[in-house]
């Protein structure tokens, strides 16, 4: 097959690489123009971070998770205290919200993840409702409802990211590295065991198949991906407060996930972006905002019920050729 | 267990059963197969056949020895059976539909890790064996033809190299040519030493490639008999219904 009709057959597989092409411009436009759509692009580079850590565990390892906005929340958390309240450095305070909310994720997914479906739903739910619950009732640590201000902006020693343009570029490198990890572990031996383990449990562990010892890999690495978002939220906004991480977080990431096409590489991304940008597109609509704003995510989901990504249909397939 | 082994035996299964619940779908069976060996198992629905073949790779909780090669077969530890070389290929072919066809292939091989060019000899063969899979490689899975998709399980299941194969119900859902192309080369693979144990409804198309049958009934085994025994219809029913 010829190199050129497997970057076909990619984008076929995945058109959300092709979407993000056509994305760029709009990218590029905000960035030059700049204004309150740059502090848009940096929650939707933030929230992509976040689902595409998401998707590997609900994506392509097909298990269920209401909860990952916890390891969100202790990561962001730790460093909001960290560095507001004691001087850390803001990279070292992130160091150790990314440790603390693996730690969390370790001890809350190992008997967790043996349940399944709908009763592995309702136990993810209950880890992020006790994690807001904490982020209101620990008052003495967190303020409660109050929050935490005067979070440093991101940096390390004397250089910072101060400018919205210059933390626009940061989130989204930062963003597309993590796309990238995603896509490299879609493809690796490890990815391709989340893939049989989401078709047929039974079917995994009868070619060898470790489900459980996979199951946990696959939230941890998720979880790696909401600690991190959790903790650029706080350092991009220099504010902190419960709600960030409350069930709102639950149900816009969900949106992102369906909507950019979930089990797909760039498409929860893709889907982060439309979902942040869209309030904004519609917002002269002012009292008819939130009509429209349901109508435009139920007509994507009944002409694309796979997400952004199965707009493949769009084009004709192309025969397959014997080899690989 | 090394007299079973040095006794020609490939598997030995005593007192094996198996719940769902308090279900006792499987009560204690006790069974053998051969080196080099096709057993088949025939019974009615229900009759436990899926569950025993469960029960055999730790897929289900269960009581009961399951001796392969001479070692105890780990207790519900499907990964340890499957290292072993005692490989099933499920009712339902639980093929990955979203993955390649080369993607399920390289699946069956998991536990060879990085041997590449051991990855590459294995494909060659599987391909060599079914043909139609070598024109569908790039192909997904899920948008093969029904017997596509049982080659594709039996290939996945060679691909991991194994000692013996569990096969349940490889004709379920098929057209009888494609069903008969599939029991061809189970007895080309069997010839070739092979063992197998084939869970099957269609009991003529079992009797034909079969060394010996156990006949299941409500969760046990009533009759372990020789196919070349069976001269009509009205035989295997009666070993059907008692």
């Keep these: 097959m010829s190199s050129r009709a497997s970057i076909w057959d990619e984008a076929r597989r995945d058109p959300a690489l092709l979407l993000w092409v056509l994305a760029a411009p709009l990218v590029l436009y905000v960035f030059i123009t700049g204004g309150y759509l740059i502090a848009v692009l940096h929650f939707a580079a933030i929230y992509a971070i976040f689902v595409t850590g998401l998707n590997i565990f609900m994506g392509y390892a097909g298990q269920v998770s209401f909860g990952h906005n916890a390891f969100a929340a202790i990561s962001g958390y730790t460093s909001a205290v960290l560095t507001a309240k004691h001087g850390w450095e803001p990279l070292a305070a992130a160091g150790l919200g990314l440790c603390g909310a693996l730690a969390c994720a370790l001890i809350v997914g190992y008997p967790t993840l043996r349940l399944r479906g709908h009763y592995l739903a309702m136990a993810t739910l209950a880890i992020g409702l006790i994690a807001y619950e904490v982020a209101v009732q620990w008052g003495s640590v967190t303020q409660g409802y109050m929050g935490i201000s005067g979070i440093p902006p991101l940096g390390i020693g004397a250089w910072t990211v101060t400018s919205d343009r210059a933390l626009l570029v940061l989130l989204i490198v930062l963003a597309a590295l993590a796309v990238l990890a995603a896509a490299g572990i879609r493809r690796s031996r490890l990815g391709r065991a989340f893939v049989a383990i989401a078709g047929s449990e039974d079917a995994a562990r009868a070619l060898g198949i470790d489900v459980a010892h996979y199951k946990l890999i696959a939230f941890l690495i998720s979880a790696f991906y909401a600690g991190i978002a959790g903790s650029l939220f706080v350092h991009a906004v220099g504010f902190v407060s419960p709600e960030v991480y409350g069930l709102h977080m639950v149900v816009l990431t969900f949106t992102m996930l369906y909507v950019g096409g979930i089990g797909t590489v760039a498409g929860p991304a893709l889907g982060a972006m439309l979902i942040a940008l869209l309030p904004e597109t519609i917002r002269s609509l002012s009292d008819y905002q939130d009509l429209a704003y349901g109508a435009v995510l139920i007509l994507i989901l009944i002409y694309a019920p796979g997400g952004l990504a199965s707009l493949s249909r769009l084009w004709p397939p192309r025969r397959c050729t014997g080899a690989a | ?242």
Excluded: C, W
């Design chain 2, 1 to 242: 267990m090394s007299d079973t082994a040095s006794a020609g035996r490939i598997l030995e299964v005593q007192g094996l059963s198996a719940r769902y619940g308090h279900v006792e779908a499987l009560r204690p069976v006790d069974l053998y197969v051969g080196n080099g060996e096709l057993v088949a198992v025939l019974g009615p629905n229900g009759a436990g056949k899926s569950t025993l073949m469960r029960a055999l790779m730790g897929l289900v909780p269960t009581q009961g020895r399951v001796h392969f090669r001479g070692s105890e077969v780990p207790r519900h530890n499907p990964a340890a059976a499957a290292a072993m070389g005692l490989v099933l290929v499920p009712e339902g072919r639980g093929i990955f539909g979203p993955m390649t066809v080369a993607d399920n292939l390289e699946l069956g091989a998991y536990l060879l890790k990085r041997d590449k060019a051991e990855l590459a000899r294995r494909h060659e063969r599987v391909l060599s064996l079914f043909p139609r899979l070598q024109e569908r490689r790039a192909q997904v899975a899920g948008s093969l033809s029904g017997g596509e998709q049982q080659m594709l399980a039996v290939g996945r299941a060679l691909m991991s190299q194994p000692k013996m194969l569990l096969l349940d119900e490889p004709s379920l859902g098929l057209a009888p040519r494609i069903t008969e192309e599939i029991l061809e080369k189970l007895a080309v693979l069997n010839r070739e030493g092979l063992s197998i144990m084939l869970v099957e409804q269609k009991a003529p198309l079992a009797l034909k490639l079969a060394r010996r049958v156990y006949v299941m009934s409500v969760g046990s085994i009533a009759a372990e008999i020789d196919p070349r025994t069976i001269k009509s219809h009205d035989e295997l029913a009666r070993f059907y219904l008692g």
